[in-house]
């Protein structure tokens, strides 16, 4: 009896923890994506269409144009939404901790790996793994990341045993990596393999119309205690200005 009222006791605590958790993530949710522009109407148009596929997307853009926010909506129209969007960063990494990051090791693989760690890619089962500026990953993780994509298995850093993965990838970068596969920088068969379906996000000097909204959202976001209005003066600033940091130099 004693055992069976702990077991009871621990479950409850568990869906308490996880209720809490899922609060948490939900908070740091991304937003819908807010546009008036008929450039951002076209690339909703694209994810709506591609969303509900398995269909691996490249996503195309200058910095801080919001592709991230783009690879969760794609994300959020497929029949994996139930499950958290899994990003990973190629710029962040150093190339040994970006594989280790990716694909996971096993213990004793490198100094300091005292024990088994699975990867995103692992975590990402069921899920969407977001691949965030693709353009900067070295050649060696492009050959890895190749072969997951065209055989759905991977290998742990340090394992021989083969691992099997129903992940689904979106990448997304601000360099030409069309042009780097032409000149050798990046391999032109995994350009290609991303390249299945592609979106452009344009710069938000090329859309101004969707600078005021922005503006507006990010402003109610921010002034929540204290309710603030942008007077009109202000909004032609805003709309003069070419905003060379997109949307994040926008919201900052």
Same mark, same amino acid.
């Given at each position: $009896?004693?055992?069976?009222?702990?077991?009871?006791?621990? *479950?409850?605590? $568990?869906?308490?923890?996880?209720?809490?958790?899922?609060?948490?993530? =939900?908070?740091?949710?991304?937003?819908? $994506?807010?546009?008036?522009?008929?450039?951002?109407?076209?690339?909703?148009?694209?994810?709506?269409?591609?969303?509900?596929?398995?269909?691996?997307? $490249?996503?195309?853009?200058?910095?801080?144009?919001?592709?991230?926010?783009?690879?969760?909506? +794609?994300?959020?129209?497929?029949?994996?939404?139930?499950?958290?969007?899994?990003?990973?960063?190629?710029?962040?990494?150093?190339?040994?901790?970006?594989?280790?990051?990716? !694909?996971?090791?096993?213990?004793?693989? !490198?100094?300091?790996? #005292?024990?088994?760690?699975?990867?995103?890619?692992?975590?990402?089962? /069921?899920?969407? @793994?977001?691949? #965030?500026?693709?353009?900067?990953?070295?050649?060696?993780?492009?050959?890895?990341?190749?072969?997951?994509?065209?055989?759905?298995?991977?290998?742990?850093?340090?394992? *021989?045993?083969?691992?099997?993965?129903?992940?689904?990838?979106?990448?997304?970068?601000?360099?030409? +990596?069309?042009?780097?596969?032409?000149? /050798?920088?990046?391999?032109? #068969? @995994?350009?290609?393999?991303?390249?299945?379906?592609?979106?452009?996000?344009?710069?938000?000097?090329?859309?101004?119309?969707?600078?005021?909204?922005?503006?507006?959202?990010?402003? =109610? @976001?921010?002034?929540?205690?204290?309710?603030?209005?942008?007077?009109?003066?202000?909004?032609?600033?805003?709309?003069?200005? #070419?905003?060379?940091?997109?949307?994040?130099? @926008?919201?900052?």
């Amino acid at each position: $009896l004693e055992l069976t009222v702990r077991r009871v006791l621990e *479950n409850a605590e $568990l869906r308490e923890s996880n209720r809490f958790y899922r609060t948490q993530l =939900a908070s740091h949710h991304p937003g819908p $994506l807010v546009f008036a522009s008929q450039a951002m109407r076209d690339v909703q148009a694209l994810i709506d269409a591609v969303g509900p596929t398995d269909t691996t997307v $490249l996503i195309l853009g200058e910095s801080g144009t919001g592709k991230e926010m783009v690879a969760q909506a +794609i994300h959020d129209r497929s029949p994996r939404a139930q499950r958290e969007l899994v990003a990973i960063d190629g710029s962040g990494l150093q190339e040994n901790l970006f594989e280790s990051e990716l !694909f996971g090791h096993e213990r004793g693989a !490198f100094t300091g790996a #005292d024990r088994m760690k699975r990867g995103l890619i692992e975590e990402a089962a /069921g899920s969407t @793994l977001f691949l #965030d500026e693709i353009g900067d990953i070295g050649p060696a993780i492009q050959a890895k990341l190749l072969r997951v994509m065209e055989t759905s298995t991977f290998r742990r850093l340090g394992g *021989n045993k083969t691992h099997s993965t129903d992940a689904r990838f979106v990448a997304a970068t601000n360099r030409d +990596i069309e042009a780097m596969s032409r000149s /050798g920088t990046f391999r032109s #068969d @995994l350009y290609f393999r991303l390249s299945r379906f592609v979106i452009t996000i344009p710069p938000l000097r090329e859309r101004r119309e969707d600078i005021e909204p922005l503006a507006k959202h990010f402003l =109610a @976001l921010l002034t929540r205690t204290t309710p603030m209005t942008l007077a009109p003066d202000a909004l032609k600033l805003l709309v003069a200005y #070419d905003w060379p940091g997109n949307v994040r130099e @926008l919201r900052n």
